[in-house]
């Protein structure tokens, strides 16, 4: 399967975890509170032809982050973690664009993927 196609399974999969949360791979389409799959690192590739690849799993917070705003976000981290096979989860921002940031925590989901000819 394709790196996008692993991605697209990757959003599918969180978004049957979470069916009331908005999942997305496209930063544009981020309103808090949600899961954000962010652009993967590539890390290397296998014997076997596939390329692993780190990707950053936001779950975003509403800002200024202030305990409202995380509150749900923190009561689905154990879920988000456990799903991705994740040992840590840091607090960060999520930086959309110039003028839009938000409280989020990262988790990192390592994937394979191969190309399909």
């Known amino acids: 399967m394709s790196l996008t196609g692993t991605l697209d399974a990757l959003a599918t999969q969180l978004q049957g975890v979470f069916p009331t949360t908005l999942v997305t791979r496209d ?11 962010g652009l993967p690192t590539m890390v290397g590739s296998t014997l076997s032809g596939s390329l692993a690849s780190d990707v950053p799993v936001y779950a975003v917070g ?8 995380m509150d749900p976000i923190l009561d689905m ?3 988000l973690m456990r799903s991705l096979g994740a040992k840590e989860a840091a607090p960060v921002t999520l930086q959309i664009s110039e003028e839009v940031t938000y409280p989020a925590y990262r988790a990192t989901a390592r994937i394979h993927s191969k190309e399909t000819p």
């Open 27 to 37: 930063p544009a389409k981020v309103r808090p509170p949600c899961i954000h799959i």
């Open 77 to 79: 981290l154990h879920r």
């Open 62 to 69: 509403t800002a200024p982050g202030d305990q409202p705003g």
